[in-house]
């Protein structure tokens, strides 16, 4: 079982930038896709970005243009950087990480809440 901390997030005015983090832990945790998902309210959960390592990232079409997602192969720390920030961007953002191969997340950060206004 992997086990996740978030950090990050945030009250952010339009156009502004915010990184959050996941760090990932417990047996075999560097084999495991970490990545982001996010919930608005009244909005279906929706997959931003994930990442494997350097060379297997992917970052959701809506968002490629602003958000990017890095991961410190070392500490075993996922980044999302998240840039030009919307007021569509408001949710909560929730860390998760999924064996490699897996159709399902098997752990999930405490989320965090972004919020973008002005």
């Known amino acids: 079982q992997v086990q996740l901390v978030e950090s990050g997030g945030g009250l952010v005015q339009p156009g502004g930038s915010l990184r959050l983090s996941c760090a990932a832990s417990?047996?075999?945790?560097?084999?495991?896709?970490l990545g982001w998902y996010r919930q608005a309210p009244g909005k279906e959960r929706e997959l931003v970005a994930s990442i494997y390592n350097r060379f297997a990232s992917q970052v959701a079409d809506s968002v490629k243009d602003r958000f990017a997602i890095s991961r410190d192969e070392a500490r075993n720390v996922a980044f999302l950087q998240m840039n030009s920030l919307k007021p569509e961007d408001t949710a909560v953002y929730y860390c998760y990480a999924k064996f490699r191969g897996a159709t399902e997340p098997s752990s999930w950060g405490q989320g965090t809440q972004v919020t973008v206004s002005s």
């Open positions: 417990g047996s075999r945790a560097t084999m495991y896709v």
